[in-house]
């Protein structure tokens, strides 16, 4: 199984993201800064928790991957994953101001010089390697889970585990139009594992060491 989700994650690799990135629009990180308004008051508040699906804290975006930020928006403007208010802010979006913020949340936070484990610190208990084997989690997002193989997927180490929790549930989840997330490779992973077993995989990757932030704007202070 896990060979086989390697070969189609890297056709899907090789035929989706060369697309992508010959559409790629060049961001400018310091014009993203001055379109945030729409994000900060989620984003910009740490620990801020949403309450639809389910209450859960929104997640960290500053230090994320900028191409990832950007699929994101995209999916939430296309429809592909759904959550009335993120859809109705891309639709809000135009390419350039989608590349902008990207660009933007991908070096906010960033410190000089610093750098991750290649590996995570700590070794997850047996029952939740067992669970990151099965699902081969390392094989998209990286061995210490905030290395991506491909800058569209997201770093996930050190993110909220309510809010993984949630998106892990949300690939789970068809045929209703508020709440879902269309990915073919995300779902054929998440519909493999129980609600409990995702939970458990949430707490462990939120456990990690990572570069993402929620950094508070001074309005919020």
Do not use: W
């Not at 191409?67 to 999916?75: C, M, N, R």
């Not at 933007?104 to 997850?124: F, I, M, V």
């Amino acid at each position: 199984m896990n060979k086989l989700l390697t070969a189609v994650l890297a056709l899907t690799v090789a035929s989706v993201t060369g697309v992508a990135f010959a559409q790629d629009v060049a961001g400018d990180a310091k014009a993203g800064e001055k379109k945030i308004a729409m994000c900060i008051g989620c984003h910009g508040i740490p620990g801020y928790q949403a309450s639809f699906p389910e209450i859960y804290k929104v997640p960290k975006i500053s230090g994320q991957g900028g191409k990832y930020v950007a699929s994101a928006l995209h999916a939430y403007k296309k429809g592909d994953r759904k959550h009335p208010t993120m859809r109705g802010i891309g639709d809000t979006l135009s390419e350039q101001d989608i590349a902008d913020l990207a660009a933007y949340y991908e070096q906010s936070g960033k410190a000089d010089g610093a750098t991750l484990p290649d590996a995570p610190r700590h070794e997850a208990a047996a029952p939740v390697a067992a669970l990151l084997t099965k699902g081969a989690c390392a094989s998209c997002h990286g061995a210490n889970f905030a290395k991506p193989i491909d800058p569209t997927y997201p770093k996930i180490a050190g993110q909220y585990a309510d809010y993984l929790f949630v998106a892990l549930k949300a690939y789970k989840t068809d045929n209703n139009p508020q709440v879902g997330r269309n990915n073919a490779i995300m779902g054929g992973v998440a519909k493999q594992f129980t609600n409990a077993e995702l939970k458990a995989l949430a707490g462990y990757v939120a456990s990690l060491d990572g570069d993402l932030k929620s950094i508070p704007q001074n309005r919020f202070k």
